[in-house]
């Protein structure tokens, strides 16, 4: 099993001395699907020989995603939350790892929930603890994408060709992922090149420049390992109702470690769906590391 790399957050700031570790997970992606199992694990590695890393969880839902009008709403009460993350904190002693259990409490799934959970580096020390010496520090957070997808989905993607450019809007009730988009010259068929994809959330559209005036291939991952192939021509018909009430989505970078395709992992279904349990499962034996951007301190 392959794992995507998980881009994380870098936050450089002006911060008291204090020694920080480095951290990793192996997942980026979880999809919950209506016949899968309720829970999944995944491992938070501390990646420092020689410092603890102190490590909070913490969960947003996502309303409208991929959208102009996208909000994010902190999940803070535990009683009425849909999903939870297990530990909320923990430490990690040098080159110790640890499983976050993520926990889908929605046994309905009527309508598709997204979700973002943070899984972030933070200090151990308390303020009084620390000295007054001004040095950067480097934080290093994930932000893993969590769907939980409707009991029946429905994929239905409109497409829109005008000039040099298409648009792609999702009207079905689950997200896809457009991917390995693929065109050729219909004036010299042997010339051929490669599309960027995109996630596209339920309710958004999408536009991208098309290398040739001609219809384009893409791969439709519906999730998991389930993908469709279509031909879009773009003679479909996207209302401006449809465009101004969805607001243009989002691109999301997902790129897997050793791959041009995303890969989406899943919780794999059963036949019947079993009740989370207290024991973890084993750790997976890849992991994604991170990729530090620089960012320049704040003044």
């Known amino acids: 099993m392959s794992y995507k790399r998980l881009l994380p957050s870098i936050l450089f700031f002006l911060s008291v001395t204090t020694a920080q570790a480095d951290i990793s997970i192996d997942r980026s992606i979880i999809e919950f699907e209506s016949e899968g199992e309720y829970s999944t694990d995944v491992n938070v590695y501390n990646d420092d020989s020689k410092n603890k890393a102190y490590v909070a969880v913490s969960i947003f839902e996502i309303t409208q995603p991929g959208t102009e009008n996208e909000q994010r709403q902190p999940l803070t009460d535990p009683d ?34 997204i979700y973002r959970v943070l899984i972030e580096l933070v200090s151990g020390k308390k303020p009084k603890e620390e000295k007054e010496e001004e040095v950067i520090k480097l934080l290093v957070s ?81 999730g998991g390992e389930k993908t469709i192939t279509q031909v879009f021509d773009g003679n479909d018909t996207i209302t401006e109702s449809q465009k101004e009430g969805s607001g243009k989505s989002k691109v999301e970078s997902t790129k897997p470690v050793e791959s041009t395709k995303p890969e989406v992992e899943s919780a794999k279904p059963e036949v019947e769906r079993t009740k989370p349990e207290v024991k973890s499962a084993k750790p997976e034996v890849e992991r994604a590391k991170p990729e530090v951007e620089s960012i320049k301190p704040a003044s």
Request: aromatic content about 8%.
């Open 80 to 113: 009425k939350a849909l999903l939870l993350a297990t530990p909320a904190r923990m430490v990690l002693e040098p080159k110790e790892s640890k499983r976050v259990r993520i926990l889908n409490l929605d046994e309905k799934q009527t309508t598709e929930r």
């Open 142 to 222: 994930y932000e893993m994408l969590v769907i939980i997808r409707p009991h029946k989905s429905n994929f239905r993607i409109l497409a829109k060709r005008t000039d040099n450019n298409i648009t792609f809007y999702n009207a079905g009730n689950s997200n896809v992922y457009l991917e390995s988009g693929h065109q050729c010259n219909p004036k010299k068929p042997s010339e051929c090149g490669e599309m960027e994809g995109n996630r596209l959330y339920v309710g958004a559209h999408w536009t991208t420049d098309l290398l040739y005036p001609a219809p384009v291939n893409f791969t439709i991952n519906i």
